[in-house]
């Protein structure tokens, strides 16, 4: 069965997008995953799955999303829970706007 738009966004991009935003804060920013995990609101165990390939696929981005992902988690380092919820907006909206939804769904 394929999957709607919004399905698609929430069971494999949202996911996707978290788990660069993670990797993100922990390697670039220098978090630990617990620091990670209160940042994005999230717990430190699905941090720990997403860095142990347990949670989200492996999927690619291209180099512009990475980049904007990287802004992101510059601004979530810096005002924390403030801004998640606008930046995954932001993100899925640009990934949208890339074809993402599309080449997944191929």
């Known amino acids: 069965m394929i999957k709607a738009p919004c399905e698609h966004l929430q069971y494999d991009l949202l996911p996707n997008i978290r788990k660069e935003l993670a990797n993100c804060l ?4 220098k978090l630990n995953q617990r620091q990670a995990a209160k ?5 430190p165990a699905a941090i720990c799955q997403y860095k142990n ?11 512009e999303i990475m980049m904007e992902i990287v802004r992101s988690a510059n601004r979530i380092n810096n005002d924390g829970d403030l801004v998640v919820q606008t930046e995954l907006c932001r993100l899925c909206l640009i990934a949208r706007d890339n074809g993402y ?3 997944k769904r191929g």
């Open 26 to 29: 922990i390697e670039i920013f």
């Open 39 to 43: 940042k994005l609101g999230l717990t």
């Open 53 to 63: 390939h347990k949670r989200a696929d492996n999927s690619e981005f291209s180099q």
């Open 101 to 103: 939804i599309n080449k």
